[in-house]
């Protein structure tokens, strides 16, 4: 019986082919289910025989420490070098896509509260 072992959403394109290179480096069997088109099934890889499925999630475990230490450490290296990213330059790149959303959450929180101020009248 198929087991899933590992969803695909919000998973980078260059992770999931990681994934699918270890799986088949250690011969285990697998198969992949894309997403649906409207939301409704993920993304999944699901393992053909369920007596590899604590060796397979042992390997997928393994490789996700592994890469967020490399993570972390290339974010360390860059905000040594002062190279990392912050908030600031994030709202220089978009600011009139940062003023939207502003405007955007100011008007969604005064047509929540309004009722409420209203109602004290």
Known sequence: MP???FSLSGVPDDEADE???LLSENEIDYYETPANRWGISAAMIYLKDKKQLEKA??????YQAERAYTAREEYERLK???KSETIIDKIKQAPIKVIFYLALIALI???SIKPF???GK
């Open 109 to 111: 929180l005064y047509l």
């Open 3 to 5: 087991t899933r072992l």
């Open 19 to 21: 994934i699918r290179e």
């Open 57 to 62: 999630r042992s390997l997928i475990a393994k």
């Open 117 to 119: 101020i209203d109602f």
């Open 80 to 82: 040594r070098e002062g």
